[in-house]
């Protein structure tokens, strides 16, 4: 493992990101970029001011209320912006818009694209409880029966939730495994793999060139594939300790605690990123080893494009003279013809006091 991962780094600002299509979405701590390589081969960038929900109010800032919160948001602002690359990189589309797509514009106008945007969060999170949480659920409940286990003892409870903690892990590195082998998908794992080289060399106080950044690992403590893993082997050992029920009663805790697992998850992910301790560090090492599928090498163009996305979050934008409020212009005219008429008067040739005298 890479020294860089278990070392705390020298800068702790919390920048964050994503990849996306042909291009690497950067977040600060007020504003966000997306940069994108266009088809063309310029290297285009957005940047829009975006304070994290988690910061908006105390309560949504709360320890273990912040991690549900960065969760919701994270999926809503990961797919949104994954939306806009494609739209950035003149992807062209092979179909038309479906009846059903041209039923909403018509129907939701300008809110198309919001109800597109929410309603595909709600449908991620449906697929992620139904996959990763009920199912293994399920199986568990199956399993446990079919060997003749009385699940509603302290061993047969706890057998059950080591049964459906394992399935869960199956499916959920099955399912990594899968989408990897997509060849556009590789792509964008490379892009993941820029963002965590650009972060990395900020981290340590880097200028940031691509050939800082080539050198740093493609695994980060903070990436959202840990965060998941933490979520999911952290959810074996709440679930346990609720004990095992009826399978309605089993879905009705699990999907009540799935704020609770989510808060536990991202704290422990903050504070590993934070420490040198070997047992923090240890409980993120699952999920650092899984990034190795989720984050391949980038070439030097992909570098590029997330050293631009990172400099338009990090760096102070230029002042421009337009932003001059106008009710200072008049004042400003004012110093400026007062500045002019003094250089006026100071260039006029002095007279020799001698020539006066003759």
Same mark, same amino acid.
Request: aromatic share 8%.
């Given at each position: 493992?890479?020294?860089?991962?278990?070392?705390?780094?020298?800068?702790?600002?919390?920048?964050?990101?994503?990849?996306?299509?042909?291009?690497?979405?950067?977040?600060?701590?007020?504003?966000?970029?997306?940069?994108?390589?266009?088809s063309s081969g310029e290297i285009y960038t957005e940047v829009k001011e975006c304070v994290p929900w988690t910061k908006k109010n105390k309560f949504t800032?709360?320890?273990?209320?912040?991690?549900?919160?960065?969760?919701?948001?994270?999926?809503?602002?990961?797919?949104?912006?994954?939306?806009?690359?494609?739209?950035?990189?003149?992807?062209?589309?092979?179909?038309?818009?479906?009846?059903?797509?041209?039923?909403?514009?018509?129907?939701?106008?300008?809110?198309?694209?919001?109800?597109?945007?929410?309603?595909?969060?709600?449908?991620?999170?449906?697929?992620?409880?139904?996959?990763?949480?009920?199912?293994?659920?399920?199986?568990?409940?199956?399993?446990?029966?079919?060997?003749?286990?009385?699940?509603?003892?302290?061993?047969?409870?706890?057998?059950?939730?080591?049964?459906?903690?394992?399935?869960?892990?199956?499916?959920?590195?099955?399912?990594?495994?899968?989408?990897?082998?997509?060849?556009d998908i590789k792509r964008v794992f490379q892009y993941h793999g820029a963002e965590h080289k650009t972060i990395h060399a900020y981290e340590n106080g880097?200028?940031?060139?691509?050939?800082?950044?080539?050198?740093?690992?493609?695994?980060?403590?903070?990436?959202?594939?840990?965060?998941?893993?933490?979520?999911?082997?952290?959810?074996?050992?709440?679930?346990?300790?609720?004990?095992?029920?009826?399978?309605?009663?089993?879905?009705?805790?699990?999907?009540?605690?799935?704020?609770?697992i989510a808060g536990i998850s991202y704290e422990v992910l903050k504070f590993a990123a934070k420490t040198n301790s070997r047992l923090v560090k240890a409980?993120?090492?699952?999920?650092?080893?899984?990034?190795?599928?989720?984050?391949?090498?980038? #070439?030097?163009?992909?570098? $590029?494009? =997330?050293?631009? !996305?990172?400099?338009? /979050?990090?760096? %102070? @934008?230029?002042?421009? *003279?337009?932003?001059?409020?106008?009710?200072?212009?008049? #004042?400003?005219?004012?110093? $400026?013809? =007062?500045?002019? !008429?003094?250089?006026? /008067?100071?260039? %006029? @040739?002095?007279?020799? *006091?001698?020539?006066?005298?003759?």
């Amino acid at each position: 493992m890479n020294k860089e991962v278990l070392t705390k780094p020298k800068n702790c600002d919390n920048i964050g990101g994503s990849a996306l299509i042909e291009g690497v979405m950067m977040r600060g701590k007020d504003r966000m970029a997306v940069s994108v390589r266009k088809s063309s081969g310029e290297i285009y960038t957005e940047v829009k001011e975006c304070v994290p929900w988690t910061k908006k109010n105390k309560f949504t800032g709360l320890p273990f209320v912040r991690g549900t919160v960065s969760l919701f948001e994270s999926m809503v602002t990961g797919i949104k912006t994954l939306m806009d690359s494609a739209e950035l990189v003149d992807i062209e589309e092979e179909e038309t818009e479906s009846k059903f797509e041209k039923w909403l514009q018509e129907k939701l106008g300008d809110n198309y694209m919001t109800f597109f945007l929410y309603g595909s969060v709600i449908i991620a999170f449906a697929f992620m409880i139904g996959i990763f949480m009920l199912l293994p659920n399920l199986i568990a409940d199956f399993s446990t029966n079919l060997m003749g286990y009385d699940t509603s003892t302290g061993r047969g409870g706890f057998l059950a939730n080591v049964i459906e903690g394992l399935v869960r892990i199956i499916i959920f590195v099955g399912y990594i495994i899968l989408v990897s082998l997509n060849k556009d998908i590789k792509r964008v794992f490379q892009y993941h793999g820029a963002e965590h080289k650009t972060i990395h060399a900020y981290e340590n106080g880097e200028e940031l060139t691509v050939e800082n950044a080539k050198k740093y690992t493609t695994l980060h403590p903070r990436c959202g594939t840990t965060f998941m893993f933490l979520v999911v082997m952290i959810s074996i050992i709440v679930h346990a300790l609720t004990g095992w029920h009826n399978r309605l009663l089993n879905i009705v805790i699990r999907l009540a605690l799935v704020p609770v697992i989510a808060g536990i998850s991202y704290e422990v992910l903050k504070f590993a990123a934070k420490t040198n301790s070997r047992l923090v560090k240890a409980l993120s090492m699952p999920g650092l080893m899984l990034q190795k599928i989720t984050t391949k090498e980038p #070439d030097d163009s992909m570098l $590029e494009v =997330a050293i631009a !996305s990172l400099k338009a /979050v990090v760096e %102070e @934008p230029a002042e421009s *003279p337009a932003e001059v409020p106008s009710e200072n212009l008049a #004042d400003a005219a004012e110093e $400026e013809q =007062a500045v002019n !008429s003094a250089e006026s /008067v100071s260039q %006029e @040739p002095v007279k020799n *006091p001698v020539e006066n005298l003759q």
